[in-house]
């Protein structure tokens, strides 16, 4: 594999890259995914765009997504955030694949609602096999927002397209939100298991003494241990529990410190370390936030 990395800037480069001509709109396109083929002397070349990509494919597509291969034998819908690094695997014909892939660039939502809050909209960072899968119905109401965007922006473009345009890509991305939130309700039993994992590895974290030479655990380190990806992790963890990774690691750490500053006589800075707080302060001030009390009224009171 190439380690150098074509660095894609903009809707025409990418255009131009993959041979689809050009784009109406400098800013956003859709892209019929049986019109791209994929040649032998673009196996192993590392790709990276300055783009967001949401695409609709029907199977394999003959690309690895940072380290992960996609290859699905159904419809799914993946999201791809500025900056990831595609590599093609495999030759592809035109004709081969079916499917439909929008791109634009962070310009064209810049100062508007969206621009402010996408980073909320995390399945960008998932990885390719956290993809969500999609019934017919599904697929059907987001490959209508993807037909309204192209002709919006196919039209005369006017001083009302990109208000047009964002808006169907908010509500393409409100729908994503929604039908995920139905694929981690399909497969809660799968999911209650991973949480009941997820709090033993705290557990043993702790018991094995993990933290006096790492520090706090990360929520990495735990969705690694799931064979996720962190914010799948965390989304999976928030609607299983109503709870983030994060809170239950911080809420684990506050009652494992509440049992010593109740039993020993340890001073507080000493408790913080011996949790794995490289700055006492920072402890004090978790504990706090998540008690109403620092550590020394806690002790006092109790």
């Known amino acids: 594999m190439s380690e150098h990395i074509v660095h894609i800037r903009s809707i025409s480069q990418l255009h131009e890259t993959i041979g689809y001509g050009k784009p109406k709109h400098p800013l956003i396109s859709v892209i019929d995914v049986s019109d791209l083929a994929v040649t032998k002397e673009m196996l192993g070349v590392r790709m990276m765009a300055d783009l967001y990509q949401i695409s609709i494919k029907d199977k ?8 992960n291969h996609y290859d699905f034998d159904e419809g799914v819908l993946m999201f791809t955030a500025p900056r990831q690094v595609m590599v093609p695997t495999e030759e592809i014909q035109k004709g081969q694949n079916s499917g439909w892939m929008l791109v634009f660039h962070p310009d064209l939502i810049r100062n ?36 309204k965007i192209k002709q919006e922006y196919s039209q005369r473009i006017d001083k009302h397209s990109q208000r047009v345009i964002v808006s169907n890509i908010e509500l393409l991305l409100n729908y994503s939100l929604r039908f995920y939130e139905r694929q981690f309700n399909t497969r809660t039993s ?43 992790f965390s989304d999976l963890l928030k609607k299983e529990t109503g709870r983030s990774a994060k809170d239950h690691i911080n809420d684990f750490i506050i009652e494992k410190a509440k049992n010593i500053l109740v039993s020993s006589k340890q001073s507080v800075s000493e408790i913080a370390y011996d949790l794995g707080f490289n700055y006492p302060h920072y402890f004090t001030r978790l504990f706090k936030s998540k008690t109403g009390q620092t550590p020394h009224q806690y002790r006092t009171i109790n």
Not at 60 to 66: I, K, L, R, T, W
Not at 112 to 135: K, P, R
Not at 191 to 204: L, P
């Open 190 to 232: 799968k999911n209650k298991d991973i949480v009941s994992d997820f709090e033993k590895e705290i557990k043993q974290y702790f018991n094995k003494e993990l933290h006096l030479e790492n520090g706090i655990p990360s929520i990495q380190y735990f969705a690694e241990k799931a064979n996720l990806s962190s914010h799948y």
């Open 60 to 67: 394999s597509c003959g690309m690895e997504y940072g380290r």
């Open 112 to 147: 508007t609602h969206l621009g402010a809050s996408i980073d909320d909209f995390s399945f960008f960072n998932y990885d390719v096999f956290e993809a969500l899968h999609l019934s017919e119905d599904e697929e059907k109401i987001l490959l209508d927002c993807f037909d």
